[in-house]
């Protein structure tokens, strides 16, 4: 998937969106995890909570961070695209 870039937009918000694209979890795992991911996001929380989480549920940690990072690409959970994103950055589920 591409994304246009126009002009005046944020650093923050152009750097979000080049490190959420490449963000990739195999289809099997996005299909088995999404849906978990976003139901244990019940309130606003860091990223790293939320990895935590999926983490004590049984999805590595690591793959956690980078399913967050894809959840965030298709718009499955929202930050705050003004904001640098890292692991420390309130995600929160767009499902609502």
Not at 67 to 82: A, K, P, V
């Amino acid at each position: 998937m591409g994304y246009a870039v126009w002009e005046g937009m944020s650093r923050p918000f152009r750097l979000n969106l080049e490190n959420f694209t490449e963000a990739r979890t195999p289809a099997s795992s996005y299909v088995r995890w999404a849906d978990v991911a976003v139901a244990l996001c019940d309130e606003p929380m860091p990223a790293t909570e939320l990895a935590d989480r999926l983490d004590a549920t049984g999805y590595q940690r690591p793959w956690a961070l980078t399913l967050i990072r894809r959840l965030l690409w298709r718009g499955r959970l929202r930050t705050d695209m003004f904001s640098v994103y890292d692991n420390r950055s309130i995600v929160e589920s767009a499902d609502d």
